[in-house]
């Protein structure tokens, strides 16, 4: 007689799930119910929200440059661990191809930075 192979995650799943619909469900009976204006407004990271955003108006596209510009820079860095966990074995090899990927990154990040992609305004 052989067990189901998704009896062990079901084992996780359910148990998971249970917790996060019992945590939600308790907080919203238990917690203090005083709603007041600032508690109801949007907030934007401590900054006054701006009438804009609220009427349906546009983004200054330096909120998406500057977002898109994390996550571009954020992600090469995420290869930069397999090849430091495998740096033995690629040898010379992955060293002349890590310097490439490190010299595109350079690159791409001096342009940002002189075409002004990085100053806070």
Excluded: H
Excluded at 38 to 43: E, P, Q, T, V
């Amino acid at each position: 007689m052989s067990t189901n192979p998704y009896v062990p995650l079901l084992a996780m799943i359910v148990p998971g799930l249970a917790f996060g619909v019992i945590s939600i469900v308790l907080g919203a009976l238990t917690g203090p119910k005083r709603y007041n204006r600032a508690k109801l407004d949007a907030y934007e990271c401590g900054i006054e929200p701006s009438p804009q955003a609220a009427e349906g108006g546009r983004f200054p596209v330096k909120y998406f440059l500057t977002a898109m510009l994390f996550i571009i820079f954020d992600i090469e860095i995420v290869f930069l661990y397999p090849w430091a966990v495998t740096f033995d074995s690629l040898g010379l090899f992955g060293l002349i191809e890590m310097a490439i990927f490190i010299g595109t990154v350079f690159v791409a990040y001096a342009y940002v930075w002189r075409r002004g992609g990085l100053e806070w305004d």
